[in-house]
């Protein structure tokens, strides 16, 4: 079945510091690939998705480019602050059959300032 | 334009009792997805609901049951709870069910099982 492996945490970095979070998949076909955010105590937020191969999805500054021959999602963002503290989820969604999300076991990332 | 709403925000329950949650998904949307977060871990998908149907299933026994109704709201109900049925549960509503469609995702219901 499909799957998502992210790498584990926690990820600690001091402000201003440069993120990758690493993120690959197993999945039939061409899936929809999205990076969720949950911030402590809260649920997910969608930080960005990208629908198709070579596509690169954005938001707030965080990227992650959809690649196909490696199968891989990866999050950066060149200059992290403390407020982006939280956990990050790495996820997929197939597209045959019906639309259920597959998540990683998520990264959490510590920043200081 | 309110995003999706949970209730209860917190529950506590005791071993074999039942519990419902609810929730109303994003104005516009008729897709609504249930996933189970346990601790330290990422959302399983527990089932979908669209036009008042179970349209698919994760891997969860029977105690656990739902229910949509016409104005696309729905219902988790959890029967003889267990001590591992502690979890944050998260509703996700959607447009429809393209393969690009974002699921939006409600503030959960933390459920504790004692």
């Known amino acids: 079945g499909d799957s998502v492996t992210q790498m584990e945490g926690p990820v600690t970095l001091s402000e201003e510091a440069f993120l990758t979070i690493n993120c690959t998949y197993t999945?039939?076909?061409?899936?929809?690939l999205f990076w969720y955010v949950q911030y402590p105590g809260e649920g997910l937020q969608l930080l960005l998705k990208?629908?198709?191969?070579?596509d690169k999805g954005s938001n707030k500054g965080f990227e992650a480019t959809y690649r196909k021959e490696t199968t891989s999602f990866h999050l950066e963002k060149g200059s992290v602050q403390v407020s982006d503290s939280a956990v990050y989820f790495c996820a997929l969604k197939g597209n045959t059959g019906f639309q259920k999300l597959v998540f990683g076991t998520g990264t959490r990332l510590l920043v200081s300032p | 334009d309110a995003g999706v709403t949970q209730s209860p925000t917190h529950l506590i329950k005791t071993r074999g009792q039942q519990v419902t949650l609810r929730c109303s998904p994003k104005?516009?949307?008729?897709?609504v997805s249930w996933y189970q977060q346990a601790l330290g871990q990422g959302p399983q998908f527990i089932f979908q609901y669209y036009e008042e149907e179970e349209r698919q299933r994760g891997n969860f026994p029977d105690r656990f049951s739902g229910h949509q109704y016409p104005n696309y709201s729905s219902e988790l109900n959890v029967n003889a709870l267990l001590l591992g049925d502690s979890a944050l549960y998260l509703c996700a509503s959607s447009p429809g069910d393209s393969p690009t469609d974002t699921q939006y995702f409600g503030p959960g219901t933390r459920l504790t099982v004692l």
């Open positions: 990208a629908t198709k191969a070579d």
């Open positions: 999945a039939t076909g061409y899936p929809s």
């Open positions: 104005s516009g949307h008729d897709t």
